[in-house]
């Protein structure tokens, strides 16, 4: 079983920078694909940016352009830059962890349900 850990939140002016972290533990986990979701109070949780085994990205047209996933597999580490932060962008944030691929993994990716690991959320919250 893979157990996932975010930091890095806090609190950020309109136009700034944060750099989420996802730490996994039981196992490496590049072969995992890692998805970012976000969930703002009274809205429904939402696919920000996923990253394949591969090396493989994805992202939300909400966000691309100012965030960028990565992953230092040595580390069991995965990371969300955030740039040019926005008030909308506030949400509790989650990394999760699934065993994707092959042809329909641009459709699996963006799916929640799709993912078997999850961390516990790290809010971010961008003030105006």
């Known amino acids: 079983q893979v157990q996932l850990v975010e930091s890095g939140g806090g609190l950020v002016e309109a136009g700034g920078s944060l750099r989420l972290s996802c730490a996994a533990s039981?196992?490496?986990?590049?072969?995992?694909?890692v998805g970012w979701f976000r969930q703002a109070p009274g809205k429904e949780r939402e696919f920000v940016a996923g990253?394949?085994?591969?090396?493989?990205?994805i992202y939300a047209d909400s966000v691309k352009g100012r965030f960028t996933v990565s992953r230092d597999n040595a580390k069991n580490t995965a990371f969300l830059q955030m740039n040019s932060l926005k008030p909308d962008d506030t949400a509790v944030y989650y990394c999760?962890?699934?065993?994707?691929?092959?042809?329909?993994?641009?459709?699996?990716?963006?799916?929640?349900?799709?993912?078997?690991?999850w961390g516990q959320g790290t809010q971010v919250t961008v003030s105006s």
């Open positions: 039981g196992r490496t986990f590049d072969v995992y694909t």
């Open positions: 990253i394949g085994g591969s090396g493989g990205e």
């Open positions: 999760a962890a699934a065993a994707l691929g092959g042809v329909q993994w641009d459709r699996q990716v963006v799916r929640p349900n799709d993912y078997d690991f």
